[in-house]
């Protein structure tokens, strides 16, 4: 069976993608002359600044360029559908950003991607640029918490560039900009649930099989089989398992803060996102936690996939300021500039 | 008897691998849907693709056999990224290197560059065998391969070894958990299926076998 998209060819699908976000928002955003897959913020690199690099495959909208914009990413690069970028377009954006304070590159924890940024990483070196890397390892279903440094990143990317985007804003070192992005990281659990695959647009066919009455909890964004495979469930019970694996890891205490992401993974609309926010609020209420931020809708999508994911950053003092700096970036913002 | 490995052929070795990956690029991503993101058939086709592309445009009379290889490690790695892109372009910078200063290949250079080839997944990739990745076929095809050249067998049977070893350690994924890549976190449920990357590798390996063969 085929499924359906609006594509000219799904080999072009990537780069025809990038035409339109620029067309869309060229006050926000640029490309590197001469290397279309690295994509610029106008208003974020600046002499003395840390420069953040993010990226990864295509197929996850707005994750990552959705993210690139004044106090948040300086630059994203894009790789084919569900693909590392290699590392020339990653060296551009690393060139294209760098003030001369460092570059930090941030992005999900997959092989590919820690072989082609680490490629350029070390291209880079030859060039005198130092950039350093903080991996995303936020999705506690991928492995225990015992092993956090082999768990892939997820939808809390968002939270997690978010901090440090504000970081290298607010003119911090780049030791205190690998010091906060790692923080931020520790403080941040995703769990996700899966109801129908996607497809890749250059084979438009379903990338898994799962049975009609059947979900997958704990299944990657990029269709990778989950922890566990069982029947349908209502939303509060599904949101219920997803948050407790969550609270259970996260040991907060009356009284703390989290932010609060419910993530569609790319075709479950808001209204039933918002139902399981209704869930999650009922749920932190009971444990005295408090929702300072919370975000619905779409942050890091798998295509068209059927599901959706809950993040929570634990907040203290520092991670809340950074989470409040304003930022403007074509797909999110935040502070001032939302207002 | 031996014979001359020149530009040319390197460039056609390169084109029937690409359209091997092309006939194979559906099953290959089958594969790779049962423990991955099912785009490994894809990654593999336009890595190749490219790669014999860039070689093809190259001047047979003016270059040499390691420009080839490297000019097809770089069109590999700009047109594919992912694991496989760092992955084989590493193996044909190997093959590049090993190659170098020579104008054309004997058979015992293209022994050397085969175990090259495979020597440069490994090293890329830090994986060892039975961790269920593309090292599986790739490092005991090279063994094999190396192990018939110093009994004197022709290329031609020290390649047909090397697919046989390549068949037999991608069959033996299916029973390899894996430590390496996205299928690393699945743990047991990965158990039963063969690794796209060692599939990959092993087609990759019986171009080699098919282009020398007599």
Redesign the interface.
């Given at each position: 069976m085929k499924t359906k998209k609006l594509i000219n060819d799904g080999a072009a699908a990537v780069d025809e993608m990038l035409a339109g976000i620029l067309a869309a928002h060229p006050r926000h955003l640029r490309v590197v002359e001469g290397s279309p897959r690295s994509i610029v913020a106008n208003e974020g690199p600046r002499p003395g600044k840390v420069g953040l690099v993010i990226g990864g495959?295509s197929g996850h909208e707005p994750t990552f360029l959705g993210f690139v914009g004044k106090g948040l990413a300086d630059a994203a690069a894009i790789?084919?559908?569900?693909?590392?970028?290699?590392?020339?377009p990653i060296i551009e954006c690393a060139k294209a950003v760098d003030g001369g304070a460092g570059v930090l590159f941030m992005y999900g924890n997959?092989?590919?991607d820690v072989?082609?940024f680490d490629?350029a990483a070390e291209m880079l070196a030859m060039d005198d640029i130092e950039a350093r890397t903080v991996l995303t390892t936020d999705d506690v279903a991928?492995?225990p918490i015992e092993q956090r440094e082999?768990r892939?990143g997820v939808a809390g990317n968002v939270f997690i560039f978010k901090a440090a985007g504000a970081a290298c804003d607010l003119m911090y070192s780049l030791d205190e900009v690998e010091r906060v992005a790692r923080w931020a990281n520790d403080r941040t659990y995703t769990m996700g649930v899966a109801l129908s695959p996607c497809s890749?647009p250059?084979?438009l066919?379903p990338?898994?099989q799962l049975g009609d009455d059947e979900m997958e909890i704990g299944m990657?964004i990029?269709?990778?089989?989950g922890v566990a495979r069982g029947p349908l469930k209502p939303a509060d019970q599904v949101t219920s398992e997803l948050l407790d694996r969550i609270l259970g890891e996260m040991k907060a205490e009356r009284g703390d803060r989290v932010a609060v992401l419910v993530n569609s993974l790319g075709s479950t609309p808001l209204m039933e996102l918002y139902i399981m926010m209704r869930k999650v609020k009922m749920m932190l209420d009971a444990a005295g936690i408090e929702i300072h931020l919370s975000l619905v809708g779409n942050y890091c999508t798998s295509l068209e996939m059927a599901g959706a994911s809950i993040t929570l950053m634990h907040l203290d003092d520092e991670l809340q300021r950074l989470i409040d700096h304003p930022c403007d970036c074509v797909m999110f913002r935040s502070g001032e500039a939302s207002r | 008897m031996t014979r001359t490995i020149t530009v040319d052929d390197l460039k056609s070795l390169l084109n029937l691998i690409a359209e091997a990956m092309t006939r194979e690029k559906s099953r290959l991503c089958e594969l790779d849907g049962v423990i991955g993101d099912a785009d490994h058939g894809i990654a593999m086709e336009l890595g190749f693709s490219a790669a014999a592309k860039a070689a093809a445009v190259l001047d047979s009379a003016t270059s040499d056999p390691t420009l080839v290889f490297n000019t097809a490690a770089k069109a590999f790695l700009n047109a594919v990224g992912a694991s496989s892109g760092p992955l084989y372009a590493t193996a044909l910078m190997r093959a590049g290197a090993s190659a170098k200063g020579k104008e054309f290949l004997t058979d015992d250079d293209l022994v050397d560059v085969f175990i090259a080839l495979a020597k440069g997944i490994q090293d890329r990739g830090k994986a060892e065998i039975g961790e269920k990745t593309m090292v599986d076929a790739w490092a005991p095809a090279a063994a094999a391969c190396g192990a018939a050249r110093e009994n004197r067998m022709p290329l031609a049977t020290c390649l047909s070894e090397a697919l046989a070893a390549a068949e037999a350690g991608t069959e033996a994924t299916k029973d390899m958990i894996a430590t390496k890549g996205r299928s690393s976190r699945l743990g047991e449920r990965a158990l039963g299926h063969i690794d796209p990357g060692a599939a990959s590798a092993t087609i990759v390996v019986s171009c080699f076998q098919t282009f020398f063969s007599p």
């Open positions: 495959g790789g084919n559908v569900f693909a590392s970028p290699p590392p020339d997959y092989a590919g072989m082609n490629m991928s492995a082999r892939r890749l250059q084979t066919k990338n898994f990657g990029h269709g990778e089989p | -």
